[in-house]
């Protein structure tokens, strides 16, 4: 049995590498060399430097998602594990597909080996979605009330209020979120399932930290070239 699992996630590993290459393969074979250099050669020195310095940040933010939520089930593991681990998660997840359950698997096989069991790893991953979930929200609002008349572009018939007084219920959401997490409010509890509010330290950070890679995936479309890849 133990040789089995030995065997299991190098054949995993491996599988996953082939199906990533086949993926870019998929994507690049009706490309020519020359329309390929071509991609390239239309995005300007300043947006792959501007790119490049987005995606470090992004990372950098993604590995904090990780050493946030391992602080909240009260594992102390060292910042460059955290931050390899993070990053090979990431990095599969986003080429794969499936963020949630190949990022997973990579967390489970790391962090499992640093004495994290399967119930903590899943709650790992679920606080790390729920921080970049509140990353989104808090970009969202702000937007819509910087920018209400944005949501023209969705549904011409809303009006600007509708924009304002939405960013302003996220943001109520958002509040109270931090109050649980100050007054220290009980525990949302089933038979399956447990969810505690972190500390008002810890979410102070996923606000200062989340929004930083949201924002990244929005600026990376300003950098590809306007005829696509």
């Known amino acids: 049995m133990k040789t089995v699992r030995k065997l299991a996630w190098p054949v995993i590993g491996l599988a996953t590498i082939l199906f990533s290459l086949y993926g870019l393969y998929h994507e690049l074979h009706g490309l020519s ?40 089930l ?39 080996s640093k004495g994290l069991t399967a119930g903590e790893t899943g709650i790992l991953v679920a606080f790390c ?53 100050l007054v220290g409010f009980r525990p949302l509890k089933t038979r399956w399932f447990w969810l505690e509010y972190p500390k008002p330290s810890l979410a102070l950070r996923q606000l200062l930290i989340a929004p930083v890679e949201t924002d990244r995936r929005r600026r990376n479309h300003l950098f590809r070239p306007a005829g696509g890849w």
């Open 74 to 112: 009260g594992h102390r593991i060292s910042l460059w594990f955290i931050t390899v681990c993070s990053f090979t998660a990431y990095a599969l997840s986003h080429t794969v597909g499936a963020s949630v359950f190949s990022g997973a698997v990579v967390r489970y096989r790391a962090y499992g």
């Open 129 to 181: 979605s729920f921080t970049f979930l509140l990353g989104t929200l808090m970009l969202a609002a702000i937007v819509l009330l910087v920018e209400p008349e944005i949501s023209a572009r969705f549904a011409a018939f809303l009006p600007i209020g509708a924009s304002i007084s939405t960013g302003l219920i996220i943001l109520a959401l958002i509040a109270l979120y931090v109050v649980g997490s």
């Open 33 to 72: 060399a020359a329309d390929f250099m071509d991609s390239l050669k239309a995005v300007s020195l300043k947006s792959w430097i501007l790119a490049g310095a987005a995606t470090l940040a992004a990372y950098a933010a993604l590995a904090a998602y990780d050493h946030l939520a391992l602080e909240h």
